[in-house]
């Protein structure tokens, strides 16, 4: 899973980028520079897991982040697409950062400048193939792509409506044949307003202040420092909670802000834990058992036989296997079963 973080220039997004991957790349340098790094979703649940068992490893699930190249804006002026790096397509969410820290930008005027280039971008993939599609169609006489054209001209007239493709209402097999065009406008996204630090105080009005721009499944909103977070990441570990009480806050910003990320993605995790590792692992909400034993081995979905489940808040209770099993909070799931976020499984299988 990708995320990008996207923003126009020296909004944070580096800054942001080294607090979540605890990096130190240059910040505040006008460069351009785009980095990369998988980052680990921080999950409180897995440390609490591991003090259960004796185990070798600890693995936390991962996305992938990249610092992107800024939008510059001037997509509106040119009328094509050359701000937007076309890597863009490739992410599966955006964390869009906005500059609220330095008083000089307006945050909503800003997502709006992001928003139009985005727009423009996706129109210019539209209006190449509603072209390509129509003549194909028209020169074979061939009516199979007759549905993907519809819907790419329902695209634009949402987008000519200034509209993203992603508030299409459309079923499960129409967004499988518009997949292939990677619209910008449709990918999930993580606002980001980045405040100044003398802000933070005032943490949960500015968060009812922008939550208006919160769209069920596919906008969320953080507010964050991100200077400040960085700060804080590069910090030994031992330092971090006299920081974080000198500023008042209980956890870093930063954790939430990839938690985030992670479930705009439609992402869970389910447990495994045991001697050779204590594992967060990374599926689609709604995934069956079978298919979650597919995320730790291709064989394990194959020749599933069962599941043996516990929540994560059972086996903090009871701790280990024979007490969840007495109490009766050990549950034996089949194929059918769908797994939930936290659960702690126990695949049986044949290979
Ligand atoms: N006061 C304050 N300054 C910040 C904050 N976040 C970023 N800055 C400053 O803003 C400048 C730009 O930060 P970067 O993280 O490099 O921003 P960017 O979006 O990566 O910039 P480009 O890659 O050049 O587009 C730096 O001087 C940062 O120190 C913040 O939360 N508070
Ligand atoms: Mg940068």
Not at 125 to 142: D, F, L, P, Q, Y
Not at 274 to 292: F, L, M
Not at 300 to 317: C, H, L, P, Q, S
Request: hydrophobic share 40%; aromatic share 8%.
């Amino acid at each position: 899973m990708k995320l990008g973080i996207i923003g126009l220039p020296q909004s944070g997004k580096t800054s942001l980028f080294n607090a979540a991957s605890g990096k130190a790349v240059e910040v505040g340098d006008f460069s351009q520079k785009e980095h990369r790094a998988i980052i680990k979703v921080p999950d409180s649940r897995l440390d609490d897991l591991t003090t259960l068992v004796v185990t070798r490893k600890v693995t936390y699930a991962e996305i992938e982040f990249l610092d992107a190249a800024a939008f510059t804006g001037k997509g509106k002026q040119s009328g094509a697409d050359i701000s937007i790096p076309g890597e863009l397509r490739l992410m599966d969410a955006f964390i869009l950062v906005l500059d609220a820290f330095s008083g000089e930008r307006d945050p909503e005027r800003d997502l709006q400048i992001i928003t139009e280039e985005m727009i423009l971008a996706d129109l210019a993939v539209v209006e190449n193939n509603v072209e390509k599609i129509a003549r194909t169609i028209k020169v074979t006489g061939k009516k199979d792509r007759a549905r993907e054209l519809e819907l790419l001209e329902k695209c634009r007239d949402m987008l000519n409506d200034e509209k993203l493709v992603g508030e299409l209402d459309l079923s499960h097999e129409d967004w499988k044949l518009l997949r292939g065009y990677a619209f910008l406008t449709q990918k999930p996204q993580l606002l980001v307003f980045n405040i100044s630090e003398d802000k933070l105080s005032d943490f949960d009005k500015i968060f009812e202040q922008y939550s208006k721009f919160r769209v069920e499944g596919r906008r969320d909103i953080a507010i964050a420092c991100a200077s400040i977070e960085m700060e804080l990441a590069a910090l030994p570990p031992e330092d971090r909670k006299a920081f974080l009480d000198d500023l008042g806050i209980e956890k870093p910003v930063i954790d939430k802000v990839i938690q985030r990320s992670y479930s705009l993605l439609g992402l869970i995790s389910f447990f495994t834990i045991g001697e050779p590792e204590c594992r967060a692992w990374t599926i689609k909400k709604g995934s069956n058992a079978p298919k979650a034993a597919g995320a730790i081995h291709t064989d394990f979905e194959r020749g599933f036989i069962k599941a043996e489940v516990a929540t994560y808040e059972d086996y903090m209770v009871h701790k280990t296997l024979p007490a969840l099993k007495a109490a009766a909070k050990l549950h034996i799931e089949g194929k059918e079963y769908i797994v939930q976020d936290g659960d702690v499984i126990l695949f049986r299988f044949n290979i």
